[in-house]
């Protein structure tokens, strides 16, 4: 299998193929000062790892985090949430799904993936 592209006004999204199956991972390359949108995944909990740059967090009912390069958060499963970008450069965060067929809910009218 090969990584699969997908690319949104926010920025791109770069599916990579696993094995064994029973995860599913992505690069998250988000532009400067953009937002991918609030939404949940109501079958996966999602490891979220930035790998460069800085992002926050945006949380349903709590505090946004600040999240550099190295950090880690875990977003369980049906949790609302939102990436957003920094304005001063772009940002790659690294997904892990522990379902390979994780859904994506839409929680407002913003770009998904």
Request: net charge negative; hydrophobic share 35%.
């Amino acid at each position: 299998m090969t990584d699969v592209t997908e690319t949104y006004p926010w920025g791109d999204l770069v599916w990579h193929s696993a094995n064994p199956s029973n995860f599913k991972a992505a690069s998250m390359f988000i532009h400067s000062g953009a937002r991918c949108g609030k939404h949940c995944h109501d079958n996966a909990n999602e490891m979220l790892i930035v790998s460069a740059g800085s992002v926050t967090l945006e949380i349903e009912d709590q505090d946004p985090v600040e999240l550099q390069s190295g950090d880690s958060r875990l977003i369980p499963t049906g949790t609302p949430h939102e990436i957003v970008n920094h304005p001063n450069a772009p940002a790659r965060v690294t997904l892990i799904f522990d379902d390979p067929n994780r859904t994506y809910i839409p929680l407002e009218d913003t770009p998904a993936h």
